[in-house]
């Protein structure tokens, strides 16, 4: 996977220490959507990478971070999310600095 490709990540950390250092990290690879749901847009060496700083953070048996792949970055964040209640804002919208 080296193209782009829309990633939603969402965890269940148990211990609040734990829990601030992936939020923290998760910070770092992608935009907030809800308390702890990131969308992300990476390609496969940053979600390898991604993983690999997760990995330490986490109690395994505790713990979870599930990675759900939409595929491609070429469709719009809208056309395969839906929303029931309050949105979260669009990270593609409005300025973008490069």
């Known amino acids: ?3 782009r490709r829309t990633i939603i990540v969402c965890y269940d950390i148990r211990e609040p220490k734990r ?3 992936v939020h923290k990290t998760m910070k770092s690879y992608g935009q907030s959507l809800q308390y702890s749901i990131f969308h ?4 496969g060496m940053e979600l390898e990478r991604l993983k690999a700083r997760l990995d330490p953070e986490l109690e395994h ?14 469709r719009q964040l809208s056309e395969r999310i839906s929303y029931l209640g309050q949105r979260p ?3 593609h919208r409005g300025p973008r600095i490069l």
């Open 1 to 3: 996977m080296s193209e």
């Open 19 to 21: 829990l601030r250092k």
């Open 40 to 43: 992300c847009e990476l390609d």
């Open 61 to 74: 048996t505790e713990d979870s971070v599930l990675f759900v792949d939409l595929g491609p970055i070429g």
């Open 89 to 91: 804002k669009d990270p």
